[in-house]
């Protein structure tokens, strides 16, 4: 799949030009070499980091939440992100100049993004633990988004319009156009990320049988806690800020993994939804780019055309859907 | 017979009699104390004491009932004695220890629980529901040894569940699910079993067959099970020892002793129900 993924794209160059390249040979010709360096593999490599964090992200929500609509769209951390980013964007024509280039680097939306997505977490956590009603934590996410939007929606009508087309161009999600240096930076959080998810298997296992049960099998539940969402946040924050909010991912492909494997292990769900999150992520990014078509389609659209059938399809398939 | 011999047989009696004296202390050990123990909720504004002056002992190898009205504070104690909540003043003693000084996972190794809650949507099978009970032993990532697989399999046999081990928990009825849950507790291989209102759901055919469970168990591998009904007719028949809310009092003692010294009388305040003592049942007039 990954290497599919660099082989097609709106320039035709053939398989054998593509290993050639990989391996460090010389492309017959040296844009197609180009191409493969500097677009395709990175953003190949994206798309296997975007993929896996935000479903191993989605796992945990789910989880934690005892909740299978949960994820890190709908419980509102994408919008946390999301404003935290628009504020950082659009806003940042009202402070100085200086400021206003380190908060508009590329770190300096990566910051925003995971503390805003952090932040909405926090305040998720803060209603789960007064009202806990799973049904009000979802509620709380959709008023949280729809907040968001309108926030949004007032600072786009006083900022220019350069400001609001990489706004836009931001939260359609991108895949493409990083640097090696992002590529990297992500790479770390993503890491960071996974092996934190690693370690709460055991707490989540637990967490499976209810707050209560866990805790009478010797788990310290605030500490289990604050370590997966932790670990979601750095997943859902930094991929948010990189790739822009990137829909259904998280909450469809935890689902296809419990649906086939048909399991609650999540030793094994950790596996299965990392690697379909890997494949189904390259897999939307190669139909966004659609061999034979020019242009490139946003890749918030393809994960969601895609992603909501095939959920729907298990569903009917499967009935116990648990 | 030589003086000598006499003197040396003295001291094999004597060595038997200690030796007598040290099974019969193991076979009557004590689990769980409490010590002058209040209970109830403490607020800001005002201090709600529920049950005041417990001295409550759990011993090894007995199957103890707790009964009361509802809202008598049956969940309070209960929360109280596996260090849920803080008592008001008085301690709680597990294994001679003070269970406020536990660390979750050392009290999840002394005491295991059945709660009456439901459990949250799952794709769980039987066997991977007990083994969570191996939890406080396994490693970082809770893998299972040989040790704890065989310990899942002797909780399954033990239920009587083993052939319902690849099921998922939510495709068993609810009387089976109970005993999966009591096979959860087991695997945790705790001296001490709690269980919260086990037989409520349950028809009169699977009450009587977890009481009996629970009986066998508490026979078999000595362990201590403390476990609040509402099946006051069935635990009086089936429990070693009994406990009693009231608002006034809360007594521990064996059942006929309780009959003989009236003491279900007072369960209940209310004229249409008396207690036969004869039947060692409750009679609505």
Redesign the interface.
């Known amino acids: 799949m990954f290497f599919l993924d660099i082989s097609l794209g709106s320039v035709t160059i053939p398989f054998k030009e593509v290993c050639t390249s990989l391996t460090g040979g010389n492309a017959s010709k040296s844009t197609w070499e180009y191409i493969i360096i500097n677009y395709r593999l990175p953003k190949a490599i994206t798309a296997v980091l975007v993929g896996v964090g935000l479903s191993i992200s989605g796992l945990l929500m789910q989880t934690l939440f ?1 909740n ?1 609509l949960a994820g890190p769209d709908v419980l509102g951390l994408s919008s946390g992100a999301i404003l935290a980013v628009a504020v950082v964007i659009l806003g940042a024509g009202l402070l100085p100049s200086f400021l206003n280039e380190i908060v508009l680097s590329a770190y300096g939306i990566v910051l925003a993004s995971t503390l805003g997505s952090i932040s909405v977490l926090l305040l998720v956590l803060l209603v789960a633990q007064r009202l806990r009603n799973t049904m009000a934590i979802l509620i709380v996410g959709l008023m949280f988004g729809s907040f968001t939007s309108a926030i949004v929606g007032v600072l786009t009508y006083f900022s220019s319009a350069e400001q609001l087309q990489r706004f836009t161009f931001w939260s359609l999600g991108n895949l493409g156009n990083l640097p090696w240096a992002s590529i990297f930076v992500l790479a770390v959080c993503v890491a960071i990320g996974l092996l934190l998810s ?2 709460s ?2 707490p989540l ?2 967490l ?3 707050e ?2 866990a ?6 539940y605030k500490k289990a806690q604050l370590l997966i969402i932790f670990a979601t946040s750095i997943l859902a924050g930094s991929i948010t800020a990189f790739a822009g909010p990137i829909a259904f991912i998280g909450l469809a492909v935890p689902h296809i993994a ?1 649906l086939t494997f ?4 999540h ?1 094994i769900l950790y596996w299965s939804t990392f690697f379909y999150g890997a494949i189904i992520m390259l897999f939307c990014d190669i139909a966004s780019q659609f061999p034979g078509l020019d242009t490139t389609l946003p890749i918030n659209a393809i994960t969601s055309i895609i992603g909501a059938p095939v959920v729907v399809w298990l569903l009917m398939k499967k009935r ?1 859907f ?1 | 017979m030589a003086v000598n011999e006499k003197k040396k047989l003295s001291v094999i009696i004597k060595k038997l009699k200690s030796l007598a004296l040290f099974f019969g202390n193991f076979n009557m050990k004590n689990i769980l104390t409490t010590s002058n123990l209040s209970i109830g909720y403490k607020s800001k504004k005002e201090t709600v004491t529920i049950a005041e002056n417990l001295n409550l002992n759990l011993d090894a190898g007995k199957l103890i009932s707790l009964i009361g009205a509802n809202g008598i504070g049956k969940s309070t104690l209960l929360r109280t004695i596996t260090g849920i909540q803080k008592p008001l003043s008085g301690n709680v003693f597990l294994n001679d220890k003070d269970i406020a000084s536990f660390k979750p996972l050392e009290l999840a190794q002394n005491l295991a629980l059945v709660l009456t809650e439901k459990l949250p949507p799952s794709n769980l099978t039987v066997f991977e529901l007990v083994a969570l009970g191996r939890q406080p032993y396994t490693n970082w990532i809770g893998t299972l040894n040989p040790e704890d697989i065989t310990k899942v399999n002797e909780a399954l046999e033990l239920t009587q569940i083993s052939h319902l081990a690849r099921k998922k928990h939510f495709e068993i009825s609810d009387g089976q699910l109970q005993k999966v849950l009591i096979a959860r507790a087991l695997a945790q291989d705790t001296p001490l079993i709690i269980l919260d209102e086990p037989t409520t759901h349950l028809d009169l055919l699977h009450k009587v067959s977890l009481f009996k469970l629970l009986k066998k168990l508490t026979q078999e591998t000595q362990k201590c099970i403390l476990f609040s009904t509402h099946d006051i007719d069935l635990a009086i028949q089936l429990s070693d020892e009994m406990i009693i809310m009231t608002p006034e009092s809360v007594i521990q003692d064996e059942p006929c002793n309780l009959i003989s010294k009236g003491s279900f009388a007072t369960l209940f305040k209310d004229e249409h129900i008396t207690f036969d003592a004869e039947k060692g049942k409750f009679i609505v007039n």
């Open positions: 005892r299978p690693i370690s298997i055991k296992n637990a499976l049988l209810g209560n049960y805790k009478s099998m010797g788990l310290n419990k048909q399991t609650s292990n030793a116990n648990q």
